[in-house]
Nanobody, 124 residues
Framework: QVQLVESGGGLVQAGGSLRLSCAASGSMLSINVMGWYRQAPGKQRELVASITSGGRTNYADSVKGRFTISKDSGKNTVYLQMNSLKPEDTAVYYC????????????WGQGAHWGQGTQVTVSS
């Protein structure tokens, strides 16, 4: 199984910055993609940013130029640096990893795994 542990959320004023971290652990052979999603009240979960094992990044249009995703492959950790935060960035942020890992029945396969979520609140 794969465990994703997030940290770094909190309350910040508009224009401020936060850095989220997500560490992956467990029986994994590889991690293909790691990313951050967010879900605001009453809205669907949406992709914020992702990064592949090769370092290719992808961002939602709403965060381009303000957020930066990075990773430390040796630590199986992904980061999201969030600058110039806006009230509309308020949401629960979830870490996601697509990994080839061992499941509870001892089978192996590729699948998506989620963290428990961390709250980010931006006050105006």
């Amino acid at each position: 199984q794969v465990q994703l542990v997030e940290s770094g959320g909190g309350l910040v004023q508009a224009g401020g910055s936060l850095r989220l971290s997500c560490a992956a652990s467990g029986s994994m052979l590889s991690i293909n993609v790691m990313g951050w999603y967010r879900q605001a009240p009453g809205k669907q979960r949406e992709l914020v940013a992702s990064i592949t094992s090769g370092g290719r990044t992808n961002y939602a249009d709403s965060v381009k130029g303000r957020f930066t995703i990075s990773k430390d492959s040796g630590k199986n950790t992904v980061y999201l640096q969030m600058n110039s935060l806006k009230p509309e960035d308020t949401a629960v942020y979830y870490c996601n990893a697509v990994a080839f890992s061992r499941y509870a029945d001892d089978s192996w396969g590729q699948g998506a795994h989620w963290g428990q979520g961390t709250q980010v609140t931006v006050s105006s």
